[in-house]
Nanobody, 128 residues
């Protein structure tokens, strides 16, 4: 059974760091682009970062560029999101998802319909 499981969320003070994990089972993660999205209360799901399958190229939303880093460990079948210099506005439920669309032309448009499997989410709260 195909599954994505996020972990690593929690409560952190502004300026702090967290590393989120997205562990895949039932499929080989490196064969797909994997994206991270987040959803704050009362808001829509927002694309945060994505890593391509073919060459491992990485993409970031402007709001997190320079602070977040996405990476992939093929041996562990896991994608990570290192989040540094966290701000209160980063507070949200973070989801990882598998992108089924092969064409990468629209990858940075962050269309949720281009992703077919989603994890259950992990809560990140940035507050003092």
């Amino acid at each position: 059974q195909k599954q994505l499981v996020e972990s690593g969320g929690g409560l952190v003070q502004p300026g702090g760091s967290l590393r989120l994990s997205c562990a895949a089972s039932g499929f080989t993660l490196e064969h797909y682009a994997i994206g991270w999205f987040r959803q704050a209360p009362g808001k829509g799901r927002e694309g945060v970062s994505c890593i391509k399958s073919s060459d491992g190229s990485t993409y970031y939303a402007d709001s997190v560029k320079g602070r977040f880093t996405i990476s992939r460990d093929n041996a562990e079948n896991t994608v990570y999101l290192q989040m540094n210099s966290l701000k209160p506005e980063d507070t949200a439920v973070y989801y990882c998802a598998r992108r089924w669309v092969i064409d990468t032309a629209t990858l940075q448009e962050w269309h949720t319909y281009e992703y077919d499997f989603w994890g259950q989410g992990t809560q990140v709260t940035v507050a003092s």
